[in-house]
């Protein structure tokens, strides 16, 4: 929640006459695989990224007596199995077979079974232990037996050779951006100007300018600070990312100058002979950022069963503030990332409204729907109060869609919302039989009922007293295996309704 509180910034119907449009064509597969901590500290807060070769994560830094430093378990702690405890002036963890020893305030420890000289003095604050930033990549490449390259200036550490690399290939009307292994940056735009932020991707390139002579793109800049690499993109027009499948392809084009306006009406089914389906354009004030829809298939031949997670706000609209410092966008785009690998899991394809923190408004995701044709939608909203899971389906009645006819905008939910409230159940049940808490509502949500397809939301509250539980890993993950499983048990039911 809230579910209709879509922002409206004055400044932003200015800046929409040099609207930048922010395609994100996400299908399956097209994530990375690195998947550690999603959540990323606030972008004042200093941070190290580490990168290894299955897996990424960013931790904080913390500054003592002019020293950065950094907590030793948490950073072992994405490899496997470690603990850590005081003994008297004496910290020992043990990370597998192997030890690190250090005293509290001394600089002369032992890693693995080895001498060990600090920069700086150790410190323990509680059972926690600290040590200098700059010899935890000495210390980590000890303890995993690995290489460590480590980019000082901008806090980035590669482990065990990790780094995604890539090239730029200008084109009369595109710049590719071919990348070694998947990615999957946060999009950020203003005019004139895209900008790709990678940081759980191990993406290097040095400090990589090059000037194009080109119609479209001016220049692409590589720079990396603060646990990020960022790439940027100067365009001579307003410029659209797209995300070719499986995620090692992003191909900057020109955006379309105008958008249009979002139709009366909207076809939950094209005729036959239609023109592809075009990105169904905002209403009034278009955002600076707007995906388009994620699929065009073949208009005639019933589509491939793909469910479209609908990662509720971002960019402008944070949705709900749960703590001072968790922002309902965050939590949403968390989980959906978990609901999609879970559901890829069992077979399912998956297109995501967004993938990043971009404003999208909620119409545009029922359209961006509706002109994939996906057959399923799931909104997924997060809260403070309340236990588990809460599962809602459109309060519309139900009619009989006129077979090829034109459904009205208002109510395109009406012919499906049986359906929807069938695979409400099923995913409820699923729920329950993992022992999560949940609660089944009708509601009047947006964008629920401009949906032609079967369409639920799903609520995810915390899983006890901590508010923080929403947006835990390993809570989240049951949540999304369970919602999944039920959405795969709901499979034939909705396949046989559309
Ligand atoms: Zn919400």
Same mark, same amino acid.
């Given at each position: 929640?809230?579910?209709?509180?879509?922002?409206?910034?004055?400044?932003?119907?200015?800046?929409?006459?040099?609207?930048?449009?922010?395609?994100?064509?996400?299908?399956?597969?097209?994530?990375?695989?690195?998947?550690?901590?999603?959540?990323?500290?606030?972008?004042?807060?200093?941070?190290?990224?580490?990168?290894?070769?299955?897996?990424?994560?960013?931790?904080?830094?913390?500054?003592?007596?002019?020293?950065?430093?950094?907590?030793?378990?948490?950073?072992?702690?994405?490899?496997?199995?470690?603990?850590?405890?005081?003994?008297?002036?004496?910290?020992?963890?043990?990370?597998?077979?192997?030890?690190?020893?250090?005293?509290?305030?001394?600089?002369?420890?032992?890693?693995?079974?080895?001498?060990?000289?600090?920069?700086?003095?150790?410190?323990?604050?509680?059972?926690?232990?600290?040590?200098?930033?700059?010899?935890?990549?000495?210390?980590?490449?000890?303890?995993?037996?690995?290489?460590?390259?480590?980019?000082?200036?901008?806090?980035?550490?590669?482990?065990?050779?990790?780094?995604?690399?890539?090239?730029?290939?200008?084109?009369?009307?595109?710049?590719?951006?071919?990348?070694?292994?998947?990615?999957?940056?946060?999009?950020?735009?203003?005019?004139?100007?895209?900008?790709?932020?990678?940081?759980?991707?191990?993406?290097?390139?040095?400090?990589?300018?090059?000037?194009?002579?080109?119609?479209? !793109?001016?220049?692409?800049?590589?720079?990396?600070?603060?646990?990020?690499?960022?790439?940027?993109?100067?365009?001579?027009?307003?410029?659209?990312?797209?995300?070719?499948?499986?995620?090692?392809?992003?191909?900057?084009?020109?955006?379309?100058?105008?958008?249009?306006?979002?139709?009366?009406?909207?076809?939950?089914?094209?005729?036959?002979?239609?023109?592809?389906?075009?990105?169904?354009?905002?209403?009034?004030?278009?955002?600076?950022?707007?995906?388009?829809?994620?699929?065009?298939?073949?208009?005639?031949?019933?589509?491939?069963?793909?469910?479209?997670?609908?990662?509720?706000?971002?960019?402008?609209?944070?949705?709900?503030?749960?703590?001072?410092?968790?922002?309902?966008?965050?939590?949403?785009?968390?989980?959906?990332?978990?609901?999609?690998?879970?559901?890829?899991?069992?077979?399912?394809?998956?297109?995501?409204?967004?993938?990043?923190?971009?404003?999208?408004?909620?119409?545009?995701? =029922?359209?961006?729907?509706?002109?994939?044709?996906?057959?399923?939608?799931?909104?997924?909203?997060?809260?403070?109060?309340?236990?588990?899971?809460?599962?809602?389906?459109?309060?519309?009645?139900?009619?009989?869609?006129?077979?090829?006819?034109?459904?009205?905008?208002?109510?395109?939910? =009406?012919?499906?919302?049986?359906?929807?409230?069938?695979?409400?159940?099923?995913?409820?049940?699923?729920?329950?039989?993992?022992?999560?808490?949940?609660?089944?509502?009708?509601?009047?949500?947006?964008?629920?009922?401009?949906?032609?397809?079967?369409?639920?939301?799903?609520?995810?509250?915390?899983?006890?007293?901590?508010?923080?539980?929403?947006?835990?890993?390993?809570?989240?993950?049951?949540?999304?295996?369970?919602?999944?499983?039920?959405?795969? !048990?709901?499979?034939?039911?909705?396949?046989?309704?559309?």
């Amino acid at each position: 929640m809230p579910w209709n509180d879509r922002r409206r910034h004055p400044n932003q119907a200015g800046r929409a006459a040099l609207a930048i449009l922010v395609l994100m064509v996400l299908l399956a597969g097209a994530q990375s695989p690195q998947r550690a901590r999603e959540t990323a500290p606030a972008p004042e807060e200093k941070q190290l990224s580490v990168y290894g070769p299955r897996v990424s994560y960013s931790l904080p830094v913390s500054e003592r007596n002019g020293q950065d430093y950094v907590a030793l378990l948490e950073a072992l702690e994405p490899f496997g199995n470690v603990s850590a405890g005081v003994d008297g002036q004496k910290w020992k963890l043990h990370f597998g077979k192997l030890e690190a020893e250090f005293r509290r305030k001394a600089s002369a420890g032992k890693v693995a079974g080895k001498k060990f000289e600090l920069p700086a003095a150790f410190l323990l604050e509680g059972d926690r232990g600290l040590v200098p930033l700059r010899a935890l990549p000495s210390i980590l490449s000890r303890m995993l037996a690995t290489k460590a390259d480590y980019h000082e200036a901008a806090r980035r550490l590669f482990l065990g050779g990790a780094a995604t690399h890539f090239t730029t290939d200008p084109r009369e009307n595109e710049l590719i951006l071919n990348f070694t292994a998947p990615v999957n940056p946060l999009i950020s735009t203003e005019p004139g100007k895209l900008k790709m932020t990678f940081t759980r991707d191990p993406v290097v390139g040095g400090s990589y300018i090059l000037r194009l002579e080109n119609p479209l !793109v001016s220049s692409v800049t590589f720079a990396e600070s603060n646990g990020r690499g960022e790439l940027t993109v100067l365009g001579r027009l307003p410029l659209l990312a797209q995300f070719a499948p499986g995620g090692k392809t992003i191909d900057i084009v020109a955006a379309p100058r105008q958008a249009r306006s979002l139709p009366p009406s909207t076809p939950p089914g094209l005729p036959e002979g239609a023109p592809p389906v075009a990105a169904p354009a905002t209403v009034e004030a278009p955002p600076v950022t707007v995906p388009a829809p994620p699929t065009l298939q073949s208009l005639t031949a019933k589509p491939p069963f793909v469910v479209m997670l609908d990662a509720a706000h971002g960019g402008d609209d944070p949705g709900a503030l749960l703590s001072e410092t968790l922002e309902e966008k965050a939590v949403t785009l968390a989980f959906a990332r978990r609901l999609r690998n879970e559901l890829q899991t069992r077979g399912v394809s998956v297109v995501m409204a967004r993938d990043a923190d971009v404003t999208v408004p909620v119409e545009q995701r =029922a359209a961006m729907a509706d002109a994939g044709r996906v057959a399923i939608f799931v909104s997924l909203h997060a809260a403070a109060e309340g236990r588990g899971v809460r599962v809602y389906s459109a309060m519309i009645n139900s009619t009989t869609p006129t077979p090829g006819g034109f459904v009205p905008w208002d109510t395109a939910q =009406a012919g499906q919302v049986l359906t929807s409230r069938a695979l409400a159940d099923l995913v409820k049940a699923e729920l329950t039989r993992h022992e999560i808490p949940t609660g089944e509502l009708p509601a009047p949500l947006k964008p629920l009922n401009n949906v032609a397809a079967a369409a639920i939301a799903v609520e995810i509250l915390p899983s006890g007293n901590d508010v923080g539980s929403v947006n835990a890993g390993v809570y989240q993950q049951r949540v999304a295996a369970a919602v999944a499983e039920g959405i795969a !048990v709901g499979r034939p039911r909705v396949e046989a309704q559309r």
